[in-house]
């Protein structure tokens, strides 16, 4: 091994303010790709008298599995085997193929439990890895694992995102045009800026539009793609437009989606906000959050599964945010298996709570900085809510059983963020919460 490495190009990104803004200049420049237009927002927006607009950013994320990357592979000269814990055990099978080269019918693939995978587990490095130092041990199955500071240094990452989002408000407060500009890292995901309610009906003129910026750390998949950021950036920027036109973010919501021709949309709304008690009086430092979006849907009314949620919070008067309850209603169309459903939920709402309040990778003269837990925060035990409650009265019947083990991703962080600013009054607009100041007189 070399005793010094080249970092390459990458070592231009001297720090994460450095990156940060680089993303953050992009969305000052006109988009690469057109994703949606719509009527003619842009025109509607310049001679419009009340505009709502503010920038949103999400930074890399790491999957924190619990499990490290590792696999065990014994490889002969004319046979492979592959034990692996991997999303795409299809995937190991054609890497394990193509590594060895023996073909792949003498190649055989067990797959074994996962100890969390969140789409990090679907590039086939850590089986590659494996199998590569496994061949020069012909006969003798080898084990490999990756360090915690391997698996997290060497990750594939939420994309870092930032976006502008701007609307023009009619006289009843209801948005009127809709623009969207964000930039982010190459192959960045834009599903729920160009197909959330706003972008496919709500808003007669739409504009979505996006710029890759070339970083050289490499992004993918992270539970709820796309959505899991891009629903934070839209349903905390509805309860701006909610704030600038004087309307109780649950109203506002009832109205803007009693337009949508899903009226699950609605009955979520409606059976969240009154299991949760929405609109009780709480004490000082205490705030309510609401926020809905889907997962799967694309854009198509009765489609996918939509949740709407409300997180419960207490912030001390040092900016110390604890989190009371989340609550959760949800229709997937229907539901086969209730108790694999809450689960799903109730966990996916967990990861959801971290993802918002800690996590965050950062670069420094083109490396990741973080290397473990000490400097990756993740909730405890002591740290989740006291109830998770899932909620079955707005499943609407629809003859869908739509996937469900995304959907707390869309909703849960921005019903946090807007819970926040209940409590304090301030307006979080980007991620994670932990580095923002939240303290109150």
């Not at 007669?204 to 950021?229: I, L, W």
């Not at 920027?237 to 909610?242: L, M, P, Q, Y």
């Not at 419960?312 to 086969?336: F, H």
């Amino acid at each position: 091994m070399p005793i010094e490495w080249d970092d390459g190009a990458g070592a231009q990104w001297k720090s994460n303010d450095q990156v940060v803004k680089a993303v953050r200049d992009a969305i000052d420049q006109p988009g690469e790709k057109v994703e949606v237009k719509v009527g003619n927002a842009l025109q509607v927006l310049d001679k419009h008298s009340r505009v709502v607009e503010a920038v949103y950013h999400a930074p890399f994320a790491e999957h924190a599995t619990m499990e490290p990357l590792n696999g065990t592979a014994l490889v002969t000269a004319d046979r492979v085997e592959v034990w692996q814990p991997s999303q795409q055990a299809a995937q190991v099978h054609l890497v394990a193929a193509n590594e060895t080269g023996v073909p792949p019918e003498r190649v055989f693939v067990h797959q074994t439990f996962v100890g969390g995978g969140f789409g990090r587990r679907i590039f086939g490095d850590d089986a590659r890895m494996v199998v590569a130092v496994a061949k020069k041990f012909p006969g003798r199955p080898v084990k490999v694992i990756w360090t915690r500071e391997e698996t997290m240094r060497q990750g594939r990452y939420r994309h870092l995102t930032t976006v502008r989002l701007r609307a023009g408000l009619d006289p009843q407060g209801m948005p009127e045009a809709f623009h969207v500009r964000a930039a982010g890292t190459p192959a960045f995901r834009v599903r729920y800026l160009t197909d959330c309610p706003l972008s496919a009906g709500l808003a007669p003129h739409v504009h979505v539009e996006s710029r890759a910026v070339p970083f050289h750390v490499m992004g993918s998949d992270y539970r709820g793609p796309g959505t899991n950021v891009n629903s934070f950036f839209t349903e905390v920027f509805v309860d701006e437009c909610a704030a600038a036109a004087g309307i109780d973010p649950l109203e506002y919501r009832l109205r803007l989606f009693a337009k949508w021709p899903d009226a699950a949309w609605v009955q979520c709304l409606k059976e969240v906000a009154g299991k949760a008690g929405w609109g009780r009086k709480l004490a000082r430092g205490w705030g309510q959050g609401i926020a809905i979006a889907n997962w799967g849907g694309a854009g198509k009314p009765e489609g996918g599964a939509t949740v709407a949620a409300i997180v419960t919070v207490e912030v001390s008067r040092k900016g110390e945010v604890r989190v009371d309850s989340v609550d959760m209603a949800i229709d997937p169309g229907r539901v086969g298996y209730p108790d694999g459903l809450r689960s799903q939920l109730e966990g996916g709402a967990i990861f959801a709570l971290n993802s918002a309040l800690n996590e965050q990778v950062t670069v420094q003269d083109g490396r990741i900085v973080e290397g473990n837990y000490h400097q990756y925060p993740m909730l405890r035990i002591g740290d989740t809510p006291k109830r998770i409650n899932v909620h079955f009265g707005a499943v609407s019947g629809h003859p869908r059983m739509a996937f469900v083990g995304e959907a707390a991703m869309g909703p849960v962080p921005p019903a946090l963020g807007n819970a926040i600013f209940a409590a304090t009054g301030k307006r979080i607009r980007s991620l994670p919460f932990r580095v923002h100041d939240l303290s109150w007189t």
